[in-house]
Structure formats: C-alpha cells, structure tokens
C-alpha cells in the first residue's frame, strides 16, 4: 500500500470528516496510488465511544459512512486537478463485516472506482485492522454530481478545505 501523495479537504460539520462537529468521526482522506498504480482514496480515523455500537466496536452504521465516504470521494483521486468538482452521490451500497472494528485504534479505510459510466460510477472499499485484516468491506453505485447539483451553500462557508493532520 501506497503513502498519501495529497490531502483531500474537510468541512466543519460532516459527520464523517467534521473537524467542528463534536460527534464526527474526523476522518482525514487523501489521495493515494495503489501498488498496482492505480488511483485511491485512503482514509485515516480512530473511532471514539461517542461512535460505539457494543462495548469497545464501532457501530456499524459509522463504519458504513466511512466506507460510503472513501469510495464516494474516489472520484476525486482520478480526475485533474483544476477540474470541476465532481461529487460521488450513493445510489446504492452493500456492506459486509467481517470482524469487529476497535475503538481507540488507529484504522484506515481504501476505496476505489472499478467502473465509471458518464453519470454514474462504481467503487469498492474496505477497513483494514492495523494487522491487514479486512474487517469491513462495500461496493456501491454513485451518481456523478456538481455541488450545484447538490446544494447552493458555498463550500467555503462550510469550512470546505484542506486541514492540516
């Protein structure tokens, strides 16, 4: 596996990469390149007991959104940069847990495209245990939006940048 070669941004409210919301997961993503030299999104987080399911594991509802998040910001690992922002919006996402995911443990996330059509795109992803082991994995469908699409609200009103680890 590959080092990050470029931070994505965050925003300040996300539940996902929030670095203002009390309840969010933080996490950073950045884009990377697989060993095989394909684009990914890598994601770095230490879930917290504000993100608990069972004692001392990730809810699996938060280990979905941060799955849903890395494949869906894929698309910003493989298209130049300067480009429109194109945002992955999920149509669609089938999840697997394999193993438990600690809290209090530095984790990281991968996701990929495996197929892209002119409006929609497909991806995969998994969380990795800090000894490899998949402990979660998903595939989905994502349609390819312009923030305009998505929303008015200004991203720079929204925090939307990059944040230093």
Known sequence: MSEPIQKQP???YCLICGVR???SLRVAFYDVTSA???PETLAKFTGRTEHQGYPGRMHGGAATGILDET???AINATKVKGEPTTWGVAVELTVRFHKPVPLETELT???RITGERRRLF???GEIYLPDGTVAVSAEGR???LDLDQISDVDPESLGWR???D
């Open 10 to 12: 965050n925003s300040y």
């Open 21 to 23: 919301n009390e309840a």
């Open 36 to 38: 095989e030299g394909q």
């Open 71 to 73: 494949i869906g910001r």
């Open 109 to 111: 996330a991968r996701g």
């Open 122 to 124: 497909e991806g995969t």
């Open 142 to 144: 994502y349609m390819k």
């Open 162 to 164: 990059v944040y230093e």
